[in-house]
């Protein structure tokens, strides 16, 4: 089942993506998301999963990012990233759930596109990625695939 649930999401995504999406230089770049939370996300005390609540922020650079914990960025991830902080999205999901996020511009300053999973148990989880990103002439779709206390973050240009 998870090997079918992978090859569709593939698929997904390559069908997504094609050479004739390239925009002009100068033109800002624009970015899709697809969130897909598996039917065991955010596992709770008792092994059953719940919903997850994620952060997807842009960032003039990733190392406040990488180098912030759990609750700094829980509590106030604006303050924590500090002069890195461009923008971000808040969204929810809830076990077995999947959600498309149509095309945005990303702002001019943004170099890096970052997601933080608010896992219910952040020690044992691997919540946070980045990715690099281009700020003019790319048009990306980002896969944002959260299974049991991880999460996966790729890019397809």
Wanted: net charge negative; charged share 25%.
């Amino acid at each position: 089942m998870k090997r079918l649930l992978g090859c569709f999401l593939l698929l997904t995504l390559f069908g997504c993506s094609s050479s004739d999406e390239a925009l002009p230089k100068d033109q800002a770049t624009t970015v899709t998301f697809s969130l897909v939370a598996t039917q065991k996300v955010n596992p709770n005390i008792s092994g059953d999963a719940t919903p997850i609540e994620v952060q997807v922020f842009e960032l003039e650079d990733d190392s406040m990012f990488l180098a912030s914990g759990f609750d700094q960025l829980a509590g106030d991830a604006e303050a924590a990233l500090k002069s890195n902080y461009i923008d971000h999205r808040d969204f929810s999901l809830i076990p077995g759930q999947f959600k498309f996020i149509d095309h945005f511009e990303i702002d001019e300053s943004t170099r890096y596109i970052s997601v933080m999973a608010r896992f219910s148990d952040p020690d044992v989880s691997d919540w946070k990625k980045v990715v690099k990103v281009l700020p003019v002439g790319r048009v990306y779709h980002l896969l944002m695939y959260f299974d049991g206390t991880e999460v996966v973050l790729d890019k397809v240009e």
